[in-house]
């Protein structure tokens, strides 16, 4: 069974960076392409981008580009992201995501697994 853990999330001024990490563990991830994908509250679930595990491949959304990357520490099973300048429209849940199959893709159905999301907030 894949779980997905999500940390890091909280309350942080507008401007401020945040450091979201996903603990990945049940699976070998050696082959996976991991995400984030975020919700704000009345709105659709959101891309953020993703990264193949072996870190040759990595893609953003446009609104995040440039202030948000997203990396990952083989030894400890565990993908982050870092999210710098951060804005009051950045607030919502995010989710790190898992796809075995490799889709790069930016759809929320390619990805087979899900965390159980952290709260960003961001104030203004």
């Known amino acids: 069974q894949v779980q997905l853990v999500e940390s890091g999330g909280g309350l942080v001024q507008a401007g401020g960076s945040l450091r979201l990490s996903c603990a990945a563990s049940?699976?070998?991830?050696?082959?996976?392409?991991m995400g984030w994908f975020r919700q704000a509250p009345g709105k659709e679930r959101e891309f953020v981008g993703f990264?193949?595990?072996?870190?040759?491949?990595?893609y953003y959304a446009d609104s995040v580009k440039g202030r948000f990357t997203i990396s990952r520490d083989k030894a400890k099973g565990t993908v982050y992201l870092q999210m710098n300048s951060l804005k009051p429209e950045d607030t919502a849940v995010y989710y790190c995501?898992?796809?075995?199959?490799?889709?790069?893709?930016?759809?929320?159905?390619?990805?087979?697994?899900w965390g159980q999301g952290t709260q960003v907030t961001v104030s203004s």
């Open positions: 995501v898992a796809d075995p199959k490799r889709s790069f893709s930016i759809r929320a159905y390619e990805y087979d697994y």
């Open positions: 049940g699976r070998t991830f050696s082959t996976y392409v």
């Open positions: 990264i193949s595990w072996s870190a040759d491949m990595s």
